[in-house]
Every structure is written in structure tokens, then in C-alpha cells.
């Protein structure tokens, strides 16, 4: 939701590689949209803090300070370079305590990341040069949620085949509690804490990396996380190429550990991009694939 009142979307627009992404705002009682920003590269993430709109693009984290009307003028470049899969470095998350978080997801390089890549970031934007990391392991950790307790929450995208003792394939998507200096295993590691044989996985090495609180299937495409307005012991997760959104049950198992249990929330949806709690205790739905914008109530 906007300084303003009003929704901010980030849009691709185009065709993905055009670079004619927009910031957009949307008055949601009568559908007026204005742009305010535009001529941007893949802009998947955005978010608003002490008066200044941060955007995520594709290998760039850029910052435009708010006028006194609160439109943001012309963008500058932060960090530049950054790692990423060619597509998407996912959304912004501001913490409880007015730091961004961003990931860059990035590439293997052989069995193992690339350097800068598979890592959550925390970014002091007082000191906006000086990220510091905040979790590693992860594969594109599109999608972040503090719930009310401030536990952390992410999603994983599985990234390319992998072959385990019992399994080959595609590896399952992950939802996971961030353990700040937490491994999350890729790209050595799938699933439950499974090695990937073909690469070079081991137990050893995947006993000490942070175990998922719920599984995905392969290829769900987890993008958007959010805790649901009128329960907030239950995540509701967007799984984009399934055209579903699962809601999961957190719970605390008799060895103190979080535990998910997943069920359908909601189908119909093309391809739900985004999820976005409403003040009022709504939940907002982004379809990709129609470019419409749904208002769930409970």
C-alpha cells in the first residue's frame, strides 16, 4: 500500500527483456491509475521506507527520493551488478526494525553457488553500500513475511534436476523459517535436507543445513508469501504455476521444532503473482496472466 492511500504496483508491462517496466498507482475504489515511474528493467519488487521507494530490478537495487507530494522522482542506482538468474531478484521486506531485506538468487557455478549468489540480504539504508548477509543456500527466495511474533518467512523455487537416493527430478518448492546465519543447502541439498548426488551432496553436509517447515510440489513456483488477516498462524502461499493458493498451518511439533501443514486455500486464479494483506483485513490477489487484481474477504 502506497504513502499515498493508494496501491503501488510494480509491472513488467512489456515483453520481459524490453525494459518498459512501470510503477503504477491504482486508486482500488475507482480503478484511476497513474504512472509514476517507468523505462524500468524487470521491476519485481518495491517497497517504501523513511520517504524514499526502493526497487528491485534484475541486477540492480535502485532508491527515488518522495516529493512533497509524494511521487517519487528520478530513480538512483544503490548496488548494480548484482547476482541473478537473468529474470527476477524477487520482492522487497522491510523488517520490524526499518531494514530491507532482498535476495540474489543468481547461478550455480558448477555444485556450487556462485559467488553473491543463493543469499538473503539486510540492507541499513543509512549505510545503503554495506548490505550485510543475512541467510545463504537459497534459490530463488522470491517471496519474505514477517509474521506478528517477527519470525522471518521465505519461499524456494527448486532450481534444475537433482537426484537423490530415492528420487530424480525436479526438487520440491520450500517454505522455511530464517535462522539469521542459516545455511538453506543449494545447491548440495533438496527437500528435507536430501543430498543432491549429482551435486556432491552429502548427509554430512545436509544435516547442518536449516530444515524446510513445508514442502512444495516441483515447479509450484512459490512467489508471494503472506500471514492471513484473520488468522495469523496460517500462511497463505501464491503458487504460480499451479494457479492455486495454499494456505499452511504452522505448529510446533513435541520437539519444539515448526512444522507446516498445507491445504487449498484458493483456486481459479491463473496465475496468482502476489499476495497483499489490506488494512481493513482483506487480502489482495495478483493474476499475472489477466493482469487483474482480486479482493478476497474472509
Request: glycine share 10%; net charge negative.
Amino acid at each position: 500500500m502506497g504513502p499515498d492511500g493508494r496501491l503501488w504496483v510494480a509491472q513488467i508491462l512489456a515483453g520481459e527483456n524490453d525494459a518498459a517496466g512501470q510503477v503504477v498507482a491504482v486508486d482500488l475504489a475507482s480503478n484511476s491509475q497513474e504512472v509514476l515511474l517507468e523505462g524500468l528493467n524487470k521491476p519485481t519488487g518495491i517497497a517504501v521506507l523513511d520517504g524514499v521507494l526502493w526497487i528491485a530490478m534484475e541486477d540492480q537495487l535502485l532508491r527515488a527520493n518522495l516529493d512533497d507530494q509524494l511521487k517519487p522522482q528520478t530513480p538512483e542506482i544503490v548496488l548494480t551488478d548484482m547476482p541473478n538468474n537473468g529474470r527476477s531478484n524477487g520482492t522487497l521486506t522491510i523488517t520490524p526494525n526499518n531494514q530491507l531485506l532482498y535476495e540474489t538468487s543468481g547461478r550455480r557455478s558448477g555444485n556450487r553457488a556462485s559467488e553473491g549468489s543463493g543469499i538473503l540480504w539486510q540492507l541499513n539504508p543509512a549505510q545503503p553500500n554495506k548490505p550485510t548477509v543475512l541467510a545463504t543456500g537459497l534459490k530463488n527466495a522470491y517471496a519474505h513475511v514477517f509474521d506478528g511474533n517477527g519470525r522471518l518467512w521465505i519461499t524456494e523455487v527448486g532450481d534444475g534436476t537433482v537426484t537423490g537416493e530415492n528420487f530424480e527430478g525436479q526438487p520440491p518448492e520450500e517454505l522455511n523459517l530464517v535462522a539469521p546465519g542459516g545455511d538453506y543447502g543449494w545447491a548440495q541439498c533438496f527437500g528435507n535436507q536430501e543430498p543432491a548426488l549429482n551435486r556432491d551432496g552429502t548427509t554430512e553436509i545436509c544435516v547442518e543445513t536449516e530444515p524446510p517447515v513445508a514442502l512444495f510440489p516441483p515447479q509450484a513456483t512459490p512467489t508471494s508469501i503472506a500471514v492471513a488477516p484473520w488468522d495469523d498462524s496460517v500462511l497463505l502461499v501464491a503458487l504460480w504455476l499451479r494457479g492455486k493458493v495454499t494456505a499452511v498451518q504452522i505448529e510446533v511439533d513435541a520437539d519444539g521444532r515448526f512444522v507446516g501443514t498445507t491445504s487449498i486455500f484458493l483456486t481459479g486464479i491463473q496465475n496468482p503473482q502476489h499476495l497483499l494483506p489490506t488494512p481493513d483485513g482483506a487480502l489482495l490477489i495478483s493474476d499475472y496472466r489477466t493482469g487483474t487484481i482480486y479482493r478476497i474477504e474472509n
